[in-house]
């Protein structure tokens, strides 16, 4: 049999032209997500912190229309700079947050921080040298007295600039920064540690490095809710006997030291810890 | 290990036990359906013992460090904001905590916490299980967008209940409206923009505490926990105490 012709298919329409679809904007970098936006030109516009004052709240009903634009911001500061390690060490850091904490504020409104995140990425963390090189960039910070805060992170340990900087910006100004990094002076909180029964009387025990300079520390002790039970403060030996009120058997309670050398040029800073040697105990 | 090899009449059922640290236990017993057994292990020679988990738990215990909150808000049906954190803990006959991993602790065990009210635990559920197996304790978070007093009580399986505690859930006020940003030619929403809201009693430095923020994709925001009660928080956390400061 022979089979059927198939029917001529239809002219097929000339497709439109598909118009060209406008480049998407670049989604911008992690870091700078914060307070920024994008222009259709990739260009970053750095958004301003509105403060709304007055606003009046009466439970349980809901205030509404507190709508708010955040405009660009203008006529601010360029505040740059490298970190560098104190040691003269190469910068390895991984991580580390650059905060300008504003010293003028007479009210919340006026209390701004500005923050800026640095991430080192690399493909083989062995070639440290050019991979961790890390420098800071804050745009348009308004003029104004500030206090420069940074703290970073290696892959061994902690850093920071130490009491930080205090910087002051005019409009428009550009100022560079470069923080000098101290390493930490690593903690370790000895006893009570891994929820032991302790008896009173009975002390607080840690320990720094052996080549450790002169430090300072205040030991805290805290309950179950964060309540702080017992402090006590200016201590230069790695020892505290409790001598607060009497601890109740029927909770756990915590313990945490803070320190600094007594030149106040670096900070302790308490060796990382998991369930099994959590700062925690309970009494018998 | 416990290994058991019949006699060859089968009137009988050798039962042989192996454990780390111990004498084997060797033992024939009368061949029938079921039969309850206690055998003792005695310890091996020249090795310490290792102890068997010490069950000393007898009961549990509820704890509400802040039994007062704001009364949450449900913006999506899986999520809620706020919220009360309860801890459930193991103790003994003598009320001490007796956790897993604590000195002494128990072995780990299941229970069930309850609540009354419209309150809910995460996931929608006015009853939860969770499981107490480390040193702290378990931490679950209540919720409630009703203001109401609800009780949680916990139960398990050979533990004496908890003593039920009470949780006061608190009308709270709201702020919302519209947050737009500027993106170079007009105001849009903040698609791409991370955008955070703190709320200052007004004229101060405060900030008050445990309050939400919430703002979709269009830029719709809402900041819920506003209540007296998060504002007299805030002001006695600085130790500046003392409530003349409030607007």
Partial sequence: ?284 | MISTLASPNHQHLLYRVEKEGFEPFEQEYPFVNSQFLTITLTPGEGTEPTPPPSDTAAGLRLTVCDPESPVSQSEYDYMYTGGVYIIVDLIDANGRIVNPGTEGGAAKRTVTVNVTGSAQFEYDAQSTEVQVDNPSGETITLYDSVAEEVTVSASAPGLTDAAPVSVQFISAGSISGLIQIWDGEDYTAPLFTTVDATVYVAGTLEPVFDVQFLMDTSGEYTITGLAFRNIRRSIQADGTGGFSRLP
């Avoid at chain 1, 104004?144 to 409009?171: D, H, K, M, W």
């Avoid at chain 1, 909180?189 to 300072?216: A, G, K, Q």
């Avoid at chain 1, 030149?263 to 302790?268: C, I, P, S, Y």
């Fill in chain 1, 1 to 284: 049999m022979e089979p059927a012709d198939f029917p001529d298919f239809p002219d097929i329409p000339d497709f439109p032209d598909i118009p060209d679809i406008p480049d998407f904007p670049d989604i911008p970098d992690f870091t700078d997500l914060f307070g920024n936006s994008t222009t259709s030109d990739g260009d970053t516009v750095y958004l301003q912190t509105v403060c709304v004052p007055g606003i009046s709240v009466t439970a349980p009903r809901d205030t509404a229309n507190v709508n708010v634009d955040l405009g660009p911001r203008e006529n601010g500061a360029h505040v740059y700079g490298s970190l560098v390690r104190e040691d003269g060490e190469p910068v390895d850091f991984v991580f580390a947050t650059v905060v300008l904490y504003s010293q003028d504020a007479q009210t919340g409104c006026e209390q701004m921080e500005w923050i800026k995140s640095i991430i080192s990425f690399g493909d083989d963390l062995s070639e440290v040298e050019d991979l961790y090189s890390m420098s800071y960039e804050l745009n348009q910070i308004p003029a104004g007295t500030y206090l420069v805060r940074c703290t970073a992170l290696s892959e061994e340990t902690q850093f920071t600039n130490g009491a930080g900087e205090l910087i002051t910006l005019a409009p428009g100004e550009d100022k560079e920064v470069n923080l000098i990094m101290k390493a930490a002076i690593p903690v370790t909180l000895e006893s009570p540690v891994d929820y032991p029964r302790i008896s009173p009387p009975f002390s607080f025990v840690w320990s720094v490095p052996e080549d450790t300079p002169s430090m300072v520390y205040d030991v805290f002790l805290i309950d179950r809710c964060g309540e702080m039970v017992w402090s006590q403060t200016d201590l230069t030996g790695t020892e505290a006997a409790y001598t607060g009120p009497a601890l109740s058997n029927q909770t756990i309670y915590s313990w945490y030291v803070l320190s600094q050398t007594e030149d106040e040029e670096n900070t302790g800073g308490v060796m990382n810890f998991g369930y099994s040697e959590a700062p925690e105990f309970l009494v018998e």
